[in-house]
């Protein structure tokens, strides 16, 4: 959806609709299967490039809509501009000021809501290669007796939990940004 004040009116977002019982995530519901999260992942990756692609059209926006008002003074004193024509260039310079500040909070906010939503999909990815592994393991563990073996499990127990717990933790952090996008240490 092209923007009026847009020179070269470029197509908008895709709007995320809510009419597929997202309840507001842009998480893609019935993600069990790891190819589901592949595709989120790739699908919020995409949206993630155009949210910032816009939010750099919209920032070069603001810049120079900042610089006209700037200017449009000196072309009043040079005569260029009477009384009432100073005022309208202000009062429009002023107002798509104002759109393009305001597009570019709300797609710093979709920014990072994108990125917390991301970053769960990520963790999700963790715990099934997590999950993978262990079921591997206690398959091995069934033939293999060993204490590295029965290590390995409990480590990996462990980290499938910690992934867990921080999973719930960006679920439910609102609109905090997740701390990093690295997994916990993992001493192997």
């Known amino acids: 959806m092209p923007l009026a004040d847009e020179p070269n009116g470029k197509e908008g977002l895709d709007p995320v ?8 995530s842009l998480l893609v ?24 692609r816009r939010y750099d059209e919209s920032h070069r926006r603001v810049l120079a809509f900042r610089q006209q008002l700037r200017r449009v003074p000196t072309r ?3 005569g260029h501009l009477a009384g009432d024509a100073y005022l309208a260039v202000m009062a429009e310079t002023r107002a798509r000021l104002q759109r393009a500040e305001q597009e570019m909070e709300d797609l710093d906010l979709l920014k990072r809501r994108v990125t917390m939503d991301l970053h769960a999909l990520e963790l999700m990815e963790k715990i099934q290669r997590t999950q993978q592994e262990l079921a591997e393991l206690r398959e091995q563990a069934r033939w293999d007796a060993r204490d590295e073996v029965a290590a390995e499990i409990r480590r990996l127990e462990r980290i499938a939990g910690e992934f867990v717990a921080e999973a ?19 001493g192997r």
């Open 17 to 24: 609709p809510d009419d597929q019982g997202l309840g507001g």
């Open 168 to 186: 719930a933790r960006s679920i439910t952090t609102g609109d905090e940004l997740p701390p990093t996008l690295e997994p916990p240490a993992q």
């Open 29 to 52: 519901p019935g993600l069990q299967s790891a190819s589901g999260i592949v595709r989120s992942v790739s699908r919020l990756r995409l949206l993630l490039v155009t949210v910032e």
């Open 76 to 78: 009043a004193v040079n």
